[in-house]
């Protein structure tokens, strides 16, 4: 297996922000979802063939792509090997923590990719499904709000 690691000087300080494995699952589906909405506009066309191919939540979850993509990208690595480790659902103060931690001033926060603040709702079921197939996320996830709530990463 080929490393994802970049060799960086140890002098240099990694970040990283995690997100609960749940809610990324779903918001990356809705949100390819509505960007392939876009791209292909069906309904400009007058074609109806994105709801024929489409899959949904459950088969997008249980593909081994979709799969544990936070523990896949920091694999080889320990959160403790990061200066910073943030929380989006703790976006504003964990920003504010890793400027402090960092020696940074913030700027105006910036988004890409928001699909907006709404929280699609799933069933209990789609939600132990996605949970079963993210196992190393959740614990990854769990470790980082222990962390994260033991003030590790604060300055």
């Known amino acids: 297996m080929v490393s994802n690691i970049l060799e960086l000087s140890p002098d ?22 509505e ?6 506009d069906e309904e400009g ?4 063939i994105l709801a024929k191919m489409e899959r949904s939540l459950r088969e997008y979850a ?29 976006m504003d103060e964990d920003l504010q923590h890793m400027a402090d931690a960092m020696g940074w001033t913030i700027q105006e926060a910036y988004q890409h990719n928001a699909t907006g603040k709404r929280k699609r709702e ?3 079921e789609e939600r132990a499904i996605i949970e079963a197939c993210n196992a190393k996320d959740l614990e ?4 980082a709000l222990e962390f994260r709530k033991q003030g590790y990463w604060k300055s």
């Open 122 to 124: 799933i069933t209990p």
């Open 45 to 48: 066309r007058g074609v109806d």
């Open 62 to 90: 249980q593909t081994e792509i979709n799969q544990n993509r936070m523990s896949k990208f920091l694999e080889g690595l320990h959160l403790k090997d990061f200066r910073f480790v943030g929380i989006l659902e703790h």
């Open 140 to 143: 990854l996830y769990r470790e």
């Open 12 to 33: 240099i300080p990694k970040i990283t922000w995690l997100r609960d494995p749940v809610d990324r699952v779903v918001s990356n589906y809705f949100y390819l979802s």
């Open 35 to 40: 960007r392939l909405r876009d791209i292909i």
